[in-house]
Structures are given as C-alpha cells and as structure tokens.
Nanobody, 127 residues
C-alpha cells in the first residue's frame, strides 16, 4: 500500500519558519519526482514547488520564490519543504505528491501529473 505522510505543520507568527517533511512507504523513493501543493477551504489546490527524482532540479511558484526551499534526500527517503519568512497568506493545508519519473531531469507542476498524495498538514500563520 502506497502512503505519503506529511508532518511539520503548525501555528507560527508572521516572519517565522516551518519545515515540512513527507515520508513515503510502499514505493521505491529514488525514481519519484515530487512536489508540494497547498489548499485553503473553497479554493482549488495550488502548486507550491516541485523537484526531479534526483533532487538536483527544483521549481517554485512565484509567490514562494526566495522564501521556500524544496529538497529530496534519496538516502533518507524524505522530501522536505523549508518555509521561511512565512506570511498569513501562506496559511493552508500543505500536501506532498509523488509520481514515478522516467526522465531524470523532469519536474511536474500540475496536480494532474501526480499519482500519489498525502493527507496534508495544516500550516497557519498568524499576523
């Protein structure tokens, strides 16, 4: 059974940091291209960041560039999202996503590209 489990969410004040992690099971980790998305009630799921299977290529939504960093450790089977300089508008449920990638350089920023999803972890940023 494939499982993605996010952790690290919480309540922080504006300007503070959080580090989200995503652990996988039931999948071989190294061939996975992965991403982070977020969603607030009543809105569609929104792309945040993506990384290729080797961890060497990353891509970010414009609204997180320079503040968030996505990383993938194939030795530890862990995906992380370091979030700095958090703003109230970053408040959302954050989801990790994964898909098998046969191209080492590819990353994916459409939710429909991903086959596997976690249950989400809530991030709340107070002003």
């Amino acid at each position: 059974q494939v499982q993605l489990v996010e952790s690290g969410g919480g309540l922080v004040h504006t300007g503070n940091s959080l580090r989200l992690s995503c652990a996988t099971s039931g999948l071989t980790f190294s061939p996975l291209a992965m991403g982070w998305f977020r969603q607030t009630p009543g809105k569609e799921r929104e792309y945040v960041a993506a990384i290729n299977r080797d961890g060497g290529t990353t891509h970010y939504a414009d609204f997180v560039k320079g503040r968030f960093t996505i990383s993938k450790d194939n030795a530890k089977n862990t995906l992380t999202l370091q979030m700095n300089s958090l703003k109230p508008e970053d408040t959302a449920a954050y989801y990790c996503a994964a898909r098998l990638s046969f191209s080492s350089g590819s990353f994916y920023y459409h939710s429909s590209d991903y086959a596997y999803w976690g249950q989400g972890t809530q991030v709340t940023v107070s002003s």
